[in-house]
Nanobody, 123 residues
Framework: QVMLAESGGGSVQAGDSLRLSCTISERALMLYAAGWFRQAPGKEREFVATISGNAGNRYYADSMKGRCTISRDSAKNTVFLQVNSLNTGDTGVYYC????????????????WGQGTQVTVSS
């Protein structure tokens, strides 16, 4: 059974930073590309960032570039999302997802999804 467990969310103020974690139950899936998505209340889910299985490629949504870093630690079976300079528009549930091959297209199918972690940013 594949399980993705997100953590690190919380309530913060604008300008603060958060580091989200996604722990993957099976180490073999660390070969997969990983993506972070988010969904604000009343909004559709949107792409945030993605990283290839070997961490050689990274891609970010325009709104995240310059203040966001996606990374992974294969020894810990974990994918991270560091977000700085948070603003109220970053509020939402953040999801970790996996797919076999890396793509920079935000509108593709992912094979596995976590339950999400809530991020709330107040001004």
């Amino acid at each position: 059974q594949v399980m993705l467990a997100e953590s690190g969310g919380g309530s913060v103020q604008a300008g603060d930073s958060l580091r989200l974690s996604c722990t993957i139950s099976e180490r073999a899936l660390m070969l997969y590309a990983a993506g972070w998505f988010r969904q604000a209340p009343g909004k559709e889910r949107e792409f945030v960032a993605t990283i290839s299985g070997n961490a050689g490629n990274r891609y970010y949504a325009d709104s995240m570039k310059g203040r966001c870093t996606i990374s992974r630690d294969s020894a810990k079976n974990t994918v991270f999302l560091q977000v700085n300079s948070l603003n109220t528009g970053d509020t939402g549930v953040y999801y970790c997802a996996l797919r076999r091959y890396y793509t920079e297209s935000p509108d593709v199918t992912y094979d596995y999804w976590g339950q999400g972690t809530q991020v709330t940013v107040s001004s």
